[in-house]
């Protein structure tokens, strides 16, 4: 291949262009025009994905078009507010694993390609993620992998009734990236520990009640919200927080109620079991334990049974290296902030791009799609030893150069207070005042929420998950 395709085909590209190099970040020449499309209105930016037969699949074309255009926006004193969303019936469906995958397959060369395209990536969440003017993300349709990245550390996600939420990672021999690392180990309980291992989907306001979306409307308000966005105006002094403030009040106004035709399937009882077994304290064998435990036990529900058999077997079903090496994940991400999350979740991906189950997965679930459980190396959980899974976690987390330095390295989001209340307010506050009751409880975060919909639900379903009466009032169960 001559000299100058291998400098222009981004197939070819070497890591050290994304990963160690602070070079302004551009298209190339061969990349398409159309794969995104950018709109200005009066103080919105819009950024809308638009490969719509590839399900808005990211790949390096739209990650080089995307970043200049966000530090571009970040500069002007004309760009409010950004939107980003994805045209047809994704959002995006994740990063385009297929090329890197068949890269990989190549060895060594394309093996740096890949590893180039997501320090490109990391770069792009992380800047999202650390972004210093209001961005909203209009999640509606299919989100996964890479499409939680650019999505997920946004202070505004919003949900329709046609959201679709899956970390699907290790089904391919891969790892829930993209700032999962720090996105799910503070979900709820152990619910993102459990979306994690077994790729399990939420639908609509399930994503909502999860917390992966700060609102959730009706997909045909959104034409207008976007319009209505446009017309705000802030003061040129207004505080992140009071800008936040607006723009949060503003999607409210277009709230019109949740769907009573979509029933949760991780209903109370699952979600009670789901926390138990998915403990932090436990390793993977002893998860599996549990869950087989779980479909014996007398005075188990059936329909916990039926979830705890069903996860059993997801599990074994899943990449035995990916399953490993994301449980790990998640429990050092706990204590990692968003700027070590990235170098982190750099280097684990690095080294999966050398390891065959993510060649192996890609292949069977998405180029050939085969029936039947691929071959993983090694092939059951059991093989698996600490010493494999340590070394994803062995390099020195420095080399990726992020792009937005001046970001805060924070340990939790800034705007969480946005969405829905998360169980650890309300278990500070049962803690607080163990006098108060159930009904005060609810009442009181509808009323500090400014009767945000959504709120009672999820305070009553966490008080009858987590909460006992005693005469002395509420008692929080640990």
């Keep these: ?27 190339l020449p061969d990349d398409p025009q159309d794969d995104v499309v950018f709109n200005s209105k009066y ?27 966000l530090q571009e926006w970040q500069k002007s ?37 890949s590893r180039d395209y997501f320090a490109l990536e990391y770069k792009l969440d992380h800047l999202i993620a650390t972004y210093p003017k209001p961005y909203v993300a209009f999640i509606d349709g299919i989100t996964m992998g890479g499409g939680v990245g650019l999505s997920v550390h946004a202070p505004f996600r919003i949900a329709t009734e046609k959201t679709v939420f899956a970390m699907p990672e290790t089904t391919i021999g891969f790892f829930p990236d993209v700032g999962a690392s720090f996105f799910l180990p503070r979900m709820d ?5 459990y979306l994690a291992l077994t790729s399990e989907r939420l639908k609509g306001p399930e994503v909502f009640f999860a917390g992966i979306a700060t609102h959730y409307l009706d997909s045909s308000s959104l034409p207008d919200l ?33 769907p009573h035709d979509q029933p ?18 436990n390793n993977l064998k002893e998860i599996l334990a549990a869950l087989k435990e779980t479909t014996t036990r007398r005075g188990v529900p059936a329909n916990v049974k039926e979830w705890a058999t069903k996860t059993l077997a997801t599990i074994r079903e899943r990449s035995p290296i990916s399953v490993s090496v994301t449980l790990k994940q998640l429990k050092e991400g706990r204590r990692w902030n968003i ?3 990235f170098q982190h979740e750099y280097h684990i991906a690095s080294r999966f791009m050398s390891h065959p189950d ?4 890609v292949t069977a679930r998405l180029i050939s799609k085969e029936k039947g459980r691929p071959k993983w190396q090694p092939n059951q959980i059991e093989d698996v030893t600490s010493a494999q899974v340590n070394e994803f976690f062995a390099t020195d987390p420095s080399g990726l150069q992020l792009l937005n330095k001046a970001g805060e390295a924070y340990n939790d989001y800034p705007a969480a207070w946005i969405g829905l209340p998360r169980e650890r307010e309300v278990e500070r506050m049962v803690k607080r005042l163990p006098s108060k009751s159930k009904k005060e409880v609810v009442e009181y975060f509808v009323g500090q929420k400014e009767a945000k919909m959504g709120v009672r639900e999820k305070v009553e379903e966490i008080l009858m998950r987590k909460t006992a009466p005693s005469k002395a009032g509420l008692v929080w169960l640990d």
Excluded: W
Excluded at 18 to 26: E, H, P, S, V
Excluded at 49 to 64: F, I, Q, T, V, Y
Excluded at 77 to 104: E, H, S, Y
Excluded at 268 to 273: H, K, N, S, T
């Design 226 to 258: 976007e319009a209505r966005l446009a017309e705000l105006q802030f003061k040129d002094y207004a505080s992140m927080e009071e800008r936040l403030t607006i723009i949060n009040s503003t999607i409210e106004e277009f709230t019109t109620g949740l």
């Design 43 to 69: 103080g919105v930016r819009t950024i809308q994905l638009n490969r719509p037969d590839k399900l808005n699949s990211l790949n390096g074309s739209m990650a080089r078009k995307i970043i200049p255009r």
């Design 1 to 27: 291949m001559p000299l100058r395709a291998k400098i222009t085909n981004p197939d070819m590209l070497g890591r050290r262009t994304y990963a160690d190099r602070g070079a302004a970040i551009d298209s």
């Design 77 to 113: 004193d004309m760009a409010n507010v950004v939107v980003i969303k994805g045209a047809g019936r994704a959002f995006c469906a994740g990063g385009d694993v297929a090329v890197l995958a068949q890269d990989c397959a190549k060895g060594e060369q394309g093996q740096e390609a």
């Design 339 to 341: 700027f070590q999350t």
């Design 264 to 281: 949760l399937h991780i209903n109370v009882d699952i979600r009670r079991a789901l926390d138990y077994v998915f403990q932090p304290a």
């Design 189 to 193: 309980g152990e619910l993102g520990t």
């Design 358 to 361: 993510f060649v192996t997965g």
